[in-house]
T-cell receptor
Framework: DGGITQSPKYLFRKEGQNVTLSCEQN?????MYWYRQDPGQGLRLIYY???????QKGDIAEGYSVSREKKESFPLTVTSAQKNPTAFYLC????????????FGNGTRLTVT | GESVGLHLPTLSVQEGDNSIINCAYS??????FIWYKQESGKGPQFIID?????DKRQGQRVTVLLNKTVKHLSLQIAATQPGDSAVYFC??????????FGKGTTLSVSS
C-alpha cells in the first residue's frame, strides 16, 4: 500500500542532543511537509519542500533543519537550539498540484528531558 | 498573521444524532478548504474538501458547507457513531501557499 512512514513512533532524547526524525513516502508525491503539534493545538508548519534539493521555512523553522536529497525522503533534525522540542511531529505529502489535500504519516512523539 | 479558527473546542453528542462542527477563517483570498479527522496518537485523515467556487459538497455521511460572505465553514456528520469520536480540524489555503490549520474541535460521541 502507498503511504507515508514516520519512524520511530516514540523518541526520547536528552536536552542538548540533536535528533533526526525520519519521513519516507512511496506515493510519488513531489511536495513534503513537516508540522509540529502541541497538546490541544492545531498544526504549525516547520518546513516544506516542493521539489528535490529545495525547501522553504515555515512559520516555526527556528531550531530545525531539513534536507531533501531524494523525492521519497524528507528527514527533520531537531537541533539543540530548539527551545521547546517536546511535541508530536507530523510529516505530510501532496502531489504538488494546486488544491490537493495533504496525506499525513502517523507521527513521531518526541520527548526531550 | 492569517489564521483559521473553530468556534468550539469540544462537542458532545449522542450516537445517532447529527453533528455540526464549525470553523471561521480570516483570509478572504483562500480558495481551498479541507476537513481532517485525527484520532489519538495518529496523523490527520482527510475527510472532505471544497473549493471556493462551491458552497456545498457531500460525501458519505458528511457534508461541508462554505459561506464565503461570512467566511464560515462547517462540517456536518449524519447519524454520528462512536467511531466518529476524534479531533476535527479545518484547514485552508490560497493557491501556492501551505495549508493553515485551525486548533481543532474534539467530538465525543456517547452511546
Amino acid at each position: 500500500d502507498g503511504g507515508i512512514t514516520q519512524s520511530p513512533k516514540y523518541l526520547f532524547r536528552k536536552e542538548g542532543q540533536n535528533v533526526t526524525l525520519s519521513c519516507e513516502q512511496n506515493l510519488n508525491h513531489d511536495a513534503m511537509y513537516w508540522y509540529r503539534q502541541d497538546p490541544g493545538q492545531g498544526l504549525r508548519l516547520i518546513y516544506y519542500s516542493q521539489i528535490v534539493n529545495d525547501f522553504q521555512k515555515g512559520d516555526i523553522a527556528e531550531g530545525y533543519s531539513v534536507s531533501r536529497e531524494k523525492k521519497e525522503s524528507f528527514p527533520l533534525t531537531v537541533t539543540s537550539a530548539q527551545k521547546n522540542p517536546t511535541a508530536f511531529y507530523l510529516c505530510a505529502s501532496t502531489p504538488g498540484r494546486e488544491n490537493s489535500p495533504l496525506h499525513f504519516g502517523n507521527g513521531t512523539r518526541l520527548t526531550v528531558t | 498573521g492569517e489564521s483559521v479558527g473553530l468556534h468550539l473546542p469540544t462537542l458532545s453528542v449522542q450516537e445517532g444524532d447529527n453533528s455540526i462542527i464549525n470553523c471561521a477563517y480570516s483570509n478572504s483570498a483562500s480558495d481551498y478548504f479541507i476537513w481532517y479527522k485525527q484520532e489519538s496518537g495518529k496523523g490527520p485523515q482527510f475527510i472532505i474538501d471544497i473549493r471556493s467556487n462551491m458552497d456545498k459538497r457531500q460525501g458519505q455521511r458528511v457534508t461541508v458547507l462554505l459561506n464565503k460572505t461570512v467566511k464560515h465553514l462547517s462540517l456536518q456528520i449524519a447519524a454520528t457513531q462512536p467511531g466518529d469520536s476524534a479531533v476535527y480540524f479545518c484547514a485552508e489555503n490560497q493557491a501556492g501557499t501551505a495549508l493553515i490549520f485551525g486548533k481543532g474541535t474534539t467530538l465525543s460521541v456517547s452511546s
